[in-house]
């Protein structure tokens, strides 16, 4: 069977350091990778997403970048975190197209 | 571009009791996929349902059940004989056939009261 691995699921981070997250699938190949963030009160984000392992799109431009190592490896990071990247960020993952998505346990981030 | 829209930030219900969560999307797309993804205070994801837009059936999963009615863009999600274990923020969300990307409301918390 599928699953998802996140992490880690805390982390605590000062102004102005870099960020790296990091997501795995197993038991799929080419999966469709997500990266989503959640605020405070608020919905999902989607900030980037990728549909094989050299395409990458970023919805929102911001401090922010993804790489695709591997097929089932997804890692979201900053070179100089801000206090506004605080939040929740989910991964997910999909097959093909018109599915539903499968989410990672989430990282909450939070810079000080 | 697609939008999704969950009118109720917040709502509760009485243990037992039925209550139906709203959402309304916007898309000129004729095939996509609807979802009701469930968030407990554990913040991991739990897709509850899904509704593909060619099927006219309502989706139902125990006691999950929607109401797609596709002309109006309307998804609701019925929670029937609720459970203190369905306490949670409840998200709608949308994925079309034309795009890889899910966009999803900005959620539902659902508080059941024994």
Wanted: one cysteine or more; charged letters at 15%; a neutral charge.
């Amino acid at each position: 069977s599928q699953t998802i691995h996140q992490w880690p699921a805390t982390l605590v981070q000062p102004v102005g350091s870099p960020l790296s997250l990091e997501c795995t699938v197993e038991g799929t190949s080419n999966p469709n990778l997500y990266w989503y963030r959640q605020a405070a009160g608020r919905g999902l984000q989607l900030l980037f997403y990728s549909i094989g392992i050299d395409q990458i799109s970023s919805e929102v431009p911001q401090n922010l970048s993804a790489s695709r190592p591997q097929d089932r490896q997804f890692i979201l990071s900053s070179k100089k975190l801000l206090l506004s990247d605080s939040g929740f960020y989910l991964c997910a993952w999909s097959v093909g197209i018109v599915t539903e998505a499968f989410f990672g346990q989430g990282t909450r981030l939070t810079v000080v | 571009a697609q939008t999704v829209t969950q009118s109720q930030p917040e709502m509760s219900v009485q243990e037992a009791e039925t209550v139906t969560l709203s959402c309304t999307y916007d898309t000129s797309e004729s095939n996509y996929y609807l979802f009701w993804y469930k968030q407990p205070p554990s913040r991991q994801m739990i897709l509850v349902i899904r509704q593909e837009a060619y099927k006219q059936q309502n989706a139902t999963e125990n006691r999950f059940s929607v109401n797609f009615q596709k002309a109006a863009k309307s998804f609701s999600l019925k929670i029937s004989d609720s459970q203190l274990g369905d306490t949670a923020m409840y998200f709608c969300a949308f994925i079309g056939s034309g795009t890889y990307k899910y966009i999803f409301g900005t959620g539902t918390r659902l508080k059941v009261l024994a």
